[in-house]
Nanobody
Framework: QVQLVESGGGLVQAGGSLRLSCAASGSIFSIWLMGWYRQAPGKERELVARVDSGGSTNYGDSVKGRFTISRDNYKNTVDLQMNSLKPEDTAVYYC???????????????WGQGTQVTVSS
């Protein structure tokens, strides 16, 4: 099994910063993509940011210039530095890994349990 453990969510005032971290462990063999998605109440889950094994990144339009994703390929961790937070960033943030596990050649998505980020105005 693949486990994703997230940390770093919480409550912050608008304009503040938070850093989310996620560590992948277990039977993960090869990670292609690591990233963060979020889901606000009544809305669909959306991409926040993701990074491939070569370090190429892409961001959701609403977070460009404010959030930065980073990845450690040796530790299988991915962090999300969130600056200039806005109330509309309030959501549950989910860590995502797309890769293969031991014994399987088919890549698939793995998800963390989610961490709440609340930005007050």
């Amino acid at each position: 099994q693949v486990q994703l453990v997230e940390s770093g969510g919480g409550l912050v005032q608008a304009g503040g910063s938070l850093r989310l971290s996620c560590a992948a462990s277990g039977s993960i063999f090869s990670i292609w993509l690591m990233g963060w998605y979020r889901q606000a109440p009544g809305k669909e889950r959306e991409l926040v940011a993701r990074v491939d094994s070569g370090g190429s990144t892409n961001y959701g339009d609403s977070v460009k210039g404010r959030f930065t994703i980073s990845r450690d390929n040796y530790k299988n961790t991915v962090d999300l530095q969130m600056n200039s937070l806005k109330p509309e960033d309030t959501a549950v943030y989910y860590c995502n890994v797309f890769g293969t596990s031991y014994g399987s050649s088919r890549p698939e998505d793995y998800w963390g349990q989610g961490t709440q980020v609340t930005v007050s105005s």
